[in-house]
């Protein structure tokens, strides 16, 4: 079956660090990669996504790009914010009936001033 | 700007009670879900629904039951509950009728059994 694999957390930085969460997957065919967002005592919201290889998915100065040959979709962002702590979740859409995504574990991310 | 609000935002409850957690959304979306959250094992499906006569069970079903009231609730009980059903609950829901089908979530419930 599907599944995603994300890097474990804690990952801790300075602000204005660069940041990578790894993010790899397996599915059948072509999957929907996103990486959803959860703040603090809040539910998990859309950061961005890709609908398939090599789309590159941005919002809020983050990236990840759809790499079909590498089965991964890796978070990226330049210059980390104490704004962005948060825990990010990997997740994707399989060729499955009836939208059910599947997530990874999660990385919480810190970062200090 | 709370789309899908769950009640309660918080419970505690001891092994064996019956409990209800509660959902709602004025999205106007067809398809509605519930997941858990544990640490390290990020988001799972426990039962979703694709409109008010469709209950289908997710990975992770035992020991809950759900209920599609209308078209915008949808209601996830323990009937007697257990201690490693502490978990946060997160309510979801879907539009099909769109290309990323992106799914919008509530604020969770954090839920303790003792």
């Known amino acids: 079956g599907d599944s995603v694999t994300q890097m474990e957390g804690p990952v801790t930085l300075s602000e204005e660090a660069f940041l990578t969460i790894n993010c790899t997957y397996t599915?059948?065919?072509?999957?929907?990669l996103f990486w959803y967002v959860q703040y603090p005592g809040e539910g998990l919201q859309l950061l961005l996504k890709?609908?398939?290889?090599?789309d590159k998915g941005s919002n809020k100065g983050f990236e990840a790009t759809y790499r079909k040959e590498t089965t991964s979709f890796h978070l990226e962002k330049g210059s980390v914010q104490v704004s962005d702590s948060a825990v990010y979740f990997c997740?994707?859409?399989?060729?499955?009936?009836?939208?059910?995504?599947?997530f990874g574990g999660g990385t919480r991310l810190m970062v200090k001033p | 700007d709370a789309d899908v609000t769950q009640t309660p935002r918080n419970r505690i409850t001891k092994t064996g009670k019956r409990i209800m957690l509660e959902c709602s959304q004025t999205?106007?979306?067809?398809?509605m879900y519930w997941y858990r959250q544990d640490p390290g094992l990020g988001l799972r499906l426990i039962y979703y629904?694709?409109?008010?006569?469709?209950?289908n069970k997710g990975e992770i079903s035992d020991g809950y039951s759900v209920s599609r009231q209308a078209q915008a609730k949808f209601s996830l009980s323990l009937e007697s509950a257990i201690p490693n059903q502490t978990a946060l609950y997160f309510c979801?829901?879907?539009?099909?009728?769109?290309?990323?089908?992106?799914?919008?979530f509530g604020p969770g419930t954090r839920l303790t059994v003792l």
């Open positions: 629904s694709f409109d008010v006569k469709d209950i």
């Open positions: 979801a829901t879907s539009d099909p009728g769109t290309k990323s089908n992106e799914q919008f």
């Open positions: 999205k106007g979306h067809d398809r």
């Open positions: 890709a609908t398939k290889a090599d």
């Open positions: 599915a059948t065919g072509y999957p929907s």
């Open positions: 997740a994707l859409l399989g060729m499955n009936a009836g939208n059910m995504l599947t």
